[in-house]
């Protein structure tokens, strides 16, 4: 789901958002009125009183937004399948000012699952940001990890933020490059 109209919105409720791209996690209070600027991945970035900030998915109640669907998988699930939910969770993670998940931006280098001692999976993550020095980085980690853990038979993500080799638009896919102009 990607919105790039205004829709203004009401919080229903207070609701824990974070500031864009500063990273502070702050309250919103209920009765605060704003535009929804970007809704991806079951997140959405509205602009408040002149700032930007990203709602998480478990919170789109409190701007009238359904919050996503729990994960199935059957418990029986193969390696490839888990894999395979992997990479879709991985796609609905989005920077909060770019309109591309984070996969076809080329920023995950590394997606590895384990077989861990108690029977359930874990992943190993590594990712990039597309400047080292942006305030969201580990915000979209923790949206990394939080999407991860959400898919059932993955009992923990660890996802370490690396700086090499340094992003390049060369990184991007194909669709991500045309849609930005950045060939």
Avoid at 1 to 14: A, G, L, Q
Avoid at 24 to 50: C, K
Wanted: some cysteine.
């Amino acid at each position: 789901m990607y919105s790039r109209s205004s829709e203004p919105v009401r919080f229903e409720r207070d609701c824990a958002a974070v500031m864009v791209p500063q990273g502070e996690a702050v309250t919103l209070p209920a009765g605060s009125v704003g535009y929804i600027t970007q809704g991806l991945g079951g997140s959405y970035t509205v602009f408040v009183e002149g700032n930007l900030f990203r709602i998480a998915g478990k919170d789109a109640d409190a701007i009238g937004k359904e919050v996503p669907p729990e994960l199935e998988l059957p418990a029986d699930a193969s390696d490839e399948e888990v894999e395979a939910m992997v990479w879709s969770q991985l796609r609905t993670c989005f920077d909060p000012e770019i309109p591309f998940n984070i996969v076809d931006l080329g920023l995950v280098y590394e997606a590895s699952l384990k077989h861990l001692d108690d029977g359930s999976r874990g992943i190993d993550v590594k990712m990039t940001l597309t400047a080292p020095g942006c305030g969201m980085g580990e915000i979209l980690v923790d949206d990394v990890r939080s999407k991860l853990e959400q898919i059932p038979t993955i009992s923990s993500a660890d996802v370490e933020l690396v700086f090499d080799p340094p992003w390049g638009r060369h990184m991007m896919s194909e669709a991500a490059r045309l849609e930005t102009g950045m060939y």
